[in-house]
């Protein structure tokens, strides 16, 4: 296998609020290879969107820092580049497209100005040659009469019409990485089809890296070659999407699989994770998951499980991960 | 189980809730000029019934009207026209007196738990006040009162003196669910209530409702944009799009063979937690028509892969299909 266009190794990010120190990720490593997807899913407040803003060092201005480890983009640490290095970066090799497309894009500045700007951001081109690239990525993405959809404002599309537009602009630099973060979750389910479908195209053409975070499995299912799955600002379980759904080791993998109806399944009941996300401040000692947990044992409040085989952090998996 | 809930009663019966071509058309103001008016059809004469004991499933995308719909049952906004019989009386109708005091037995669930709460009272006020307004306890009743509703909805004791705040998201809709249960409703309209919710509470707080339902033979009018909680839930469903049912009927045949086009599409669009599922999925053109501008005919028309002529003039009727116990409005069903 080729190298990895992304390699998060144990990163720490948290955030200084009051004089208090609350993490927010602890610890947590994670590959992606060109032109995989790779889910991260989890519940509010596992830090999925915390490590995508720390993998694209979006945490200035806020009290968030990434305090440890190394987020390496083609064996380069991101966390020793410059700002003006970082800025090259970002919109060039990695792209992000965020849940609501409204407050990303400027809502007095006409699509298409926006899409031009952002092009000769980063690529020397002239100003009609922009334009028409801005056309195509419209076009690309399945907006239909791009070229007045360029002289029209954002608040003129609907929400479907802007998330692509969103992605259009992500792409227009061609990234070999895309962080999406929860990019369908405020849209309807077929406008939902069709963003997936134009990001499964753009992978499929462009060989992009895309790491997709989403609580949405059923999203997951469809999208993604491997996941991870989230708890508590950790990485619980990661594998293929076969492994993940067929197999879940994690309990907690294996109630979030529990708790989503499935259609057409005529369930009486679903299964479900007693209690809730502990906040950054109130989690458990040992293992995070232990005060929701079915399978909970003693050992499982005194200490807490490290990665067991690479992919998931249970006391239940320990004999295995020894015998290996 | 109830006997209300088993299929072959339920016809015999008289419904507990009758809607019947209901309208709900706003008129807004384009632009500056007092003459260029525009009327948007938000809900465009929909007519079900509920019957006591079931849950009845109002499915739609955004823009369908199907909040719109459960606003007018609740009386909490005046139909355009068409009417709305609880229990046999014509709620659309009745003085505010009366009113008020027929909403003691249709309550609602709403979407964001943290907006539906008063955040300076505390949850012991949250839930008494509808027992004093409607004066079912005094004193110490109330209090009593309040403890057991806590507990029934799985709070502890403990949880009467706080504040919303203190609360997550699934306990605070705990706390909306005590609130309605609190004076013993026959009815409860739940717009979205789980939408807003983790996947991990969204599973309790279903659970929970299948259970007070049993409990306290309620019956639910369940809005939600989520097909799988839907299916989930409801023993029948109606499908809305753009203000119109498209499709109503049993939840297996909807679910399991869905007869107008825009349901196939819905639900094929659904995504499944299962990565080796099959998915011969129906991609829709284009956005939503905007309800100021309704298509002619039928108005799933300008999205349905299988348009005609006659699908852009004459609206469709809902009618049953040949091998479909369903009612849907397609004019492919005439075949």
Redesign the interface.
């Known amino acids: 296998m080729s190298n990895p266009i992304l390699s998060i190794n144990q990163m720490y990010t948290s955030f200084h609020v009051d004089g208090e120190t609350i993490p927010a990720v602890e610890g947590i490593d994670l590959s992606l290879y060109p032109g995989e997807i790779v889910g991260l899913v989890g519940e509010s407040g596992s830090g999925k969107s915390v490590t995508s803003l720390s993998v694209m060092q979006l945490l200035e201005g806020t009290p968030g820092k990434v305090t440890g480890g190394d987020i390496l983009f083609e064996n380069q640490n991101l966390l020793e580049m410059t700002d003006r290095e970082k800025r090259k970066l970002r919109g060039n090799d990695i792209s992000m497209i965020f849940q609501e497309p409204m407050t990303s894009l400027n809502p007095v500045i006409k699509i298409g100005k926006q899409l031009v700007e952002a092009i000769r951001e980063h690529q020397s081109i002239s100003k009609r040659g922009a334009e028409k690239h801005a056309v195509y990525m419209l076009d690309q993405v399945g907006i239909p009469r791009a070229e007045e959809i360029m002289k029209e404002y954002p608040h003129q599309l609907s929400g479907g019409m802007r998330q692509r537009v969103m992605i259009a602009m992500a792409m227009s630099c061609d990234p070999k990485l895309l962080i999406a973060d929860e990019p369908t979750t405020a849209l309807d389910v077929t406008i939902q089809a069709q963003i997936l479908d134009v990001m499964r195209n753009m992978r499929d053409e462009h060989h992009t890296a895309i790491l997709f975070i989403t609580h949405d499995l059923g999203v997951i299912a469809e999208m993604c070659d491997r996941v991870a799955v989230m708890y508590a600002g950790r990485i619980v379980e990661q594998g293929t999407v076969y492994e993940i759904f067929e197999n879940p080791k994690h309990p907690y993998t294996k109630g979030l699989l529990g708790s989503i109806p499935k259609i057409g399944s005529r369930a009486e009941r679903l299964d479900s994770i007693k209690g809730q996300v502990p906040t950054a401040e109130d989690r458990p000692k040992g293992c995070k998951f232990a005060n929701r947990c079915p399978f909970v044992y003693k050992h499982c409040w005194e200490e807490e499980p490290p990665l067991f085989d690479g992919e998931n952090r249970c006391w239940l998996h320990e004999q295995k991960g020894e015998s290996l | 189980m109830l006997a209300a809930r088993t299929k072959g009663g339920i016809a015999m019966k008289k419904p507990l809730l009758q809607v019947e071509g209901l309208k709900k058309h706003f008129v807004s103001q384009k632009g500056f000029s007092k003459r260029s008016k525009q009327i948007v059809k938000a809900v465009d004469g929909i007519s079900f019934d509920i019957q006591a004991g079931e849950t009845f499933g109002l499915v739609g995308?955004?823009g369908c009207g199907k909040s719109t719909t459960g606003r007018m049952i609740m009386q909490m906004l005046e139909a355009t026209e068409g009417t709305v019989t609880f229990d046999g009386r014509r709620m659309d109708t009745v003085s505010g007196q009366e009113l008020k005091k027929a909403r003691k037995d249709f309550q609602m669930i709403f979407q964001d738990p943290y907006a539906s709460l008063n955040p300076r009272m505390t949850v012991r006020d949250i839930i008494a006040e509808p027992l004093i307004v409607h004066r079912l306890e005094e004193g110490k009743g109330i209090d009593q009162r309040v403890y057991e509703l806590l507990d029934t909805v799985g709070l502890p004791k403990k949880a009467a003196e706080r504040y919303p705040h203190e609360f997550?998201g699934?306990?605070r809709q705990r706390i909306g669910i005590a609130r309605a249960l609190a004076v013993k409703p026959k009815l409860i309209i739940a717009d979205e209530p789980v939408s807003a919710l983790?996947?991990?509470?969204?599973?309790?707080v279903?659970?929970l409702l299948?259970d007070l339902q049993d409990e306290f033979d309620l019956t639910y009018l369940f809005i939600a944009?989520d097909?799988?909680?839907v299916?989930?839930i409801s023993d029948r469903i109606a499908v809305m799009y753009l203000g119109n049912i498209v499709e109503i009927g049993e939840r297996?045949d909807v679910?399991?063979n869905p007869q107008h086009p825009y349901t196939k599409?819905?639900?094929?669009?659904?995504?499944?937690?299962?990565?080796?599922?099959k998915?011969e999925?129906i991609?829709?053109e284009?956005?939503?028509p905007s309800p100021s501008n309704p298509p002619s005919g039928c108005p799933f028309h300008t999205r349905c892969p299988f348009a005609w002529d006659r699908c852009k003039n004459e609206v469709p009727k809902l009618q049953r299909g040949k091998e479909s116990s369903q009612l849907a409005s397609c004019h492919l069903l005439d075949g």
Do not use: M, T, Y
């Open positions: 995308e955004s997550s699934g306990q983790d996947v991990s509470i969204q599973s309790q279903l659970n299948k944009h097909l799988s909680v299916d989930f297996d679910i399991q599409a819905l639900l094929s669009a659904v995504p499944v937690p299962d990565p080796r599922a998915r999925r991609v829709l284009g956005d939503l």
